[in-house]
C-alpha cells in the first residue's frame, strides 16, 4: 500500500474508532460539551501533532476557558450599551491574553488561548454568571480530552496501525 494511502486509511480509521468513544462516554462522565474536544484536536492536529506543545496548548485552552467566564463576568458588571461591552471587553481581554501568552510562551500557546475563549464565549456567552454551574469545568476537561485523548491518542493510535501494516 502507497505511504500516502496508508496514511489516509489509517488516520479514518483513527477518527472513526476514537472520538466517538468519547462522544458516547462524555454524557455519562457529566461532561455536555464533549465536542470541544474535537475543535481542540483540530488545532493540537493543525499544530503538527507535536507531543512536545501539548501542555502549552492545554495550558493556552483553560486559560481561554477562564477568559470567556472573566468576560462574561465583565459584561454583566458593565451598565453601558451592550456593543460598546462587547467592544471594549473583547478588545481589552484579547490585546492581554495575546501580550501575556506570547510573553509565557514556554508555557501557553496563544492560538489555542484564542480559541478556548472564542470556545467558552460560545457556550456560556448568552448565560448569566450566576447559570454556568459546572459549565466551564466540563469545557476545560473536554479541551484537555481533546488534545490528549483526540489529538494525541488517534496520532499515536494511526502510528501503531501503519507500524502493523508495514510489517
Known amino acids: 500500500m502507497k505511504d500516502k494511502k496508508t496514511e489516509i486509511l489509517t488516520l479514518a480509521i483513527g477518527i472513526a474508532a476514537l472520538p466517538p468513544i468519547w462522544a458516547v462516554l462524555s454524557p455519562y462522565l457529566g461532561i455536555t460539551t464533549g465536542a470541544v474536544a ?84 460560545t457556550i456560556m456567552g448568552p448565560m448569566t454568571i450566576n447559570c454556568l454551574g459546572t459549565l466551564p469545568i466540563q469545557i476545560g476537561v473536554a479541551m484537555i480530552a481533546g488534545v490528549v485523548y483526540v489529538g494525541i491518542g488517534v496520532d499515536a493510535f494511526q502510528k501503531l496501525l501503519i507500524k502493523m501494516i508495514r510489517k
Do not use: H, Q
Open 38 to 121: 474535537l475543535i481542540c484536536a483540530g488545532l493540537y492536529v493543525a499544530n503538527g501533532n507535536k507531543r512536545k506543545d501539548a501542555f502549552r496548548i492545554i495550558t493556552g485552552f483553560l486559560c481561554g476557558d477562564l477568559w470567556a467566564v472573566l468576560a462574561i463576568f465583565l459584561m454583566e458588571k458593565m451598565s453601558w450599551n451592550p456593543d460598546i461591552e462587547l467592544y471594549l471587553t473583547l478588545f481589552v481581554l484579547g490585546g492581554l491574553a495575546v501580550l501575556i501568552g506570547e510573553n509565557f510562551s514556554k508555557y501557553i500557546f496563544t492560538p489555542s488561548w484564542l480559541c478556548g475563549w472564542a470556545i467558552g464565549l
